[in-house]
């Protein structure tokens, strides 16, 4: 079982930037996906990044050249940096673990992302 529990959101006007943490306990393992979706009201939850535990990512087309997600092996944490915030990035974030070729995975309470001026 993989705990993930996720920091940083908040209010921010637009092209500001803000900086989400996601930290991991648990049986995380060796070979695995983690990453960052988000859910606006209305609509369905979306791939923002990813990052594998090969250090490869993978960016929703929204965000490429906006947002960089980067990790830290050593206190098992994904970041997502995000730059030049539009109000079309205002959603609940959601931190995500996946385990290579099979099922499991785990989603962190998700924490709210609000850009309005």
């Known amino acids: 079982q993989v705990q993930l529990v996720e920091s940083g959101g908040g209010l921010m006007q637009p092209g500001g930037s803000l900086r989400l943490s996601c930290a991991a306990s648990?049986?995380?393992?060796?070979?695995?996906?983690m990453g960052w979706y988000r859910q606006a009201p209305g609509n369905e939850r979306e791939l923002v990044a990813t990052?594998?535990?090969?250090?490869?990512?993978n960016y929703g087309d929204s965000v490429k050249g906006r947002f960089t997600i980067s990790r830290d092996n050593a206190k098992s944490t994904v970041y997502l940096q995000m730059n030049s915030l539009k109000a079309e990035d205002t959603a609940v974030y959601y931190c995500?673990?996946?385990?290579?070729?099979?099922?499991?995975?785990?989603w962190g309470q998700g924490t709210q992302v609000t850009v309005s001026s």
């Open positions: 990052i594998t535990s090969g250090g490869s990512t």
């Open positions: 995500n673990w996946r385990k290579f070729g099979t099922s499991s995975t785990s």
């Open positions: 648990g049986s995380i393992g060796s070979f695995y996906i």
